[in-house]
């Protein structure tokens, strides 16, 4: 079966194609991208006013399975990942057990071809049971599917060992994701140490917490050369310690999450616990950094940290709360605002959450190359929607924007040329 998306305005930074092309699909794979295509297609898509781009891709998810089937399921998570726009996604090891063997890996690519809605990357715990005392076996779980490694949910405290593991994944070529965290600046704390935390009376975590962490890390990258990505980065301070080393010519890359472009500390007031994560929401100066690096290519990846958590679990006392939000099904939209607000461009925002996610994991993807794989993503920038609970595929409904006006979200969605969500809905 060949298909046909004719008209939609095609935005791939790899081929510097910016404006209005058709595509064939034919066996999974790209057939051809041209102006107009006068070729018969068994089925033709009119993506006329749309955005095509290459797959969207999020390296860094937390699907919760197995052991927290009641937060999110790989099913749930993929669903959600697909009506937000993305072909691919990273689940993070913070599984229970954890995710450090090679069956782990095994497992979840098991679930994402009985699923067959999008593609499965696995990330490896770096050390055993996330201790930060012992490494895993590299080796052993990229041979089960492992695309990186990370103990994201703990920093990895001892130099030692963060030193020898930038080492030993040098010789399977995985990148580590690091979760930067002074854990004695972090010292219990539950939101950003400012004017908000004294107003509200709860423990402050100072932005140095990340910083003083980031800074130690690209000095390991550097001694190590190995491949270090900064997950989840929120705070200016960061931000220019990562700039200068990039200037400096560090091989380290960074990603930012949608909600530190978006909300400051100040979204904490009422106790609202929808506003809780790690790294915690920082100041409107911190959100301005943000985006200020975003402009810059500072900031080479948006992904979501997306964090189910239970309502029950969240609907306690601010301090006693976990952790975490939900974001696959809002990210896109949310990102879009940066291209409305001439933040970034189309092609920088495709760059952030497609190209350079692909780039992070060395998969080849992230672009429409002819005779590539045809994981596609159409978005419809006018389309016009509210964040509802009941309307959201995840299992968990945590999330600081429900009741936002959106604009702009993913109406058709292919992998390895498989039409699994059309016009806005799943078909798989």
Same mark, same amino acid.
């Given at each position: 079966m060949n298909i046909l998306i004719r008209g939609g305005h095609l935005v791939d930074p790899k081929n510097n194609i910016d404006g209005e092309?058709?595509?064939?699909?034919?066996?999974? +794979?790209?057939? !051809?991208? *041209? !102006?107009?295509?006068?070729?018969?297609?068994?089925?033709?898509?009119?993506?006329?006013?749309?955005?095509?781009?290459?797959?969207?891709?999020?390296i860094h998810v937390h699907f919760r399975q197995p052991g927290f089937e009641y937060k999110e399921t790989i099913e749930t998570g993929s669903r959600a990942a697909l009506k937000g726009g993305f072909t691919g996604v990273c689940p993070m090891p913070n599984t229970n057990p954890i995710s450090d063997r090679r069956s782990d890996m095994e497992f979840l690519m098991g679930e994402a071809r009985r699923l067959n809605l999008i593609r499965i990357w696995p990330v490896g715990a770096v050390t055993l049971k996330q201790e930060g005392k012992e490494?895993?076996?590299?080796?052993?779980? !990229?041979?089960?599917?492992?695309?990186?490694?990370?103990?994201?949910? +703990?920093?990895?405290?001892?130099?030692?060992?963060?030193?020898?593991?930038?080492e030993y994944a040098k010789k399977f070529d995985l990148p580590i994701l690091i979760h930067a965290q002074d854990e004695g600046l972090f010292c219990g704390g539950c939101m950003n140490e400012g004017f908000t935390s004294t107003k509200l009376g709860l423990a402050g975590i100072p932005a140095e917490s990340e910083s003083v962490e980031v800074a130690r890390d690209i000095q390991l990258a550097d001694l190590t050369?190995?491949?270090?990505?900064?997950?989840?980065?929120?705070?200016?301070?960061?931000?220019?310690?990562?700039?200068?080393?990039k200037k400096a010519g560090s091989k380290i890359t960074a990603e930012t999450c949608p909600h530190y472009f978006h909300l400051s500390d100040e979204a904490v007031l009422n106790y609202n616990t929808r506003a809780k994560m790690n790294p915690p929401l920082r100041t409107a100066e911190d959100v301005q950094a943000i985006k200020e690096a975003l402009k810059d290519g500072t900031i080479d990846v948006i992904s979501t940290d997306?964090?189910?958590?239970?309502?029950?679990?969240?609907?306690?006392?601010?301090? !006693?709360?976990?952790?975490?939000?939900?974001?696959?099904?809002? *990210?896109?939209?949310?990102?879009? +605002?940066?291209?409305?607000e001439k933040v970034i461009s189309w092609t920088e925002l495709v760059k952030k959450m497609s190209l350079n996610p692909a780039l992070v994991l060395k998969n080849d993807l992230g672009h429409l190359s002819e005779g590539a794989k045809a994981d596609i993503t159409v978005i419809d920038p006018a389309a016009e929607w509210t964040v509802e609970k009941e309307k959201l595929e995840s299992k968990s409904k945590n999330s600081p924007f429900l009741g936002w006006k959106m604009k702009g979200r993913a109406v058709d969605v292919f992998v390895d040329g498989r039409h699994v969500l059309q016009n806005g809905e799943i078909k798989n």
């Open positions: 092309m058709d595509i064939l699909i034919e066996d999974g +794979r790209i057939k !051809k991208v *041209s !102006k107009k295509i006068a070729e018969k297609a068994d089925k033709e898509i009119n993506a006329k006013g749309k955005i095509v781009c290459p797959g969207l891709i999020d490494l895993t076996e590299f080796g052993e779980l !990229k041979k089960g599917g492992a695309a990186a490694l990370s103990d994201d949910g +703990r920093p990895i405290s001892d130099s030692n060992i963060l030193r020898r593991a930038l050369q190995g491949r270090l990505h900064f997950c989840h980065i929120s705070s200016r301070k960061s931000l220019d310690l990562i700039r200068q080393a997306h964090a189910p958590h239970s309502e029950s679990e969240k609907d306690v006392e601010f301090d !006693k709360a976990p952790f975490g939000i939900i974001g696959l099904e809002t *990210s896109l939209a949310l990102s879009i +605002r940066l291209v409305e």
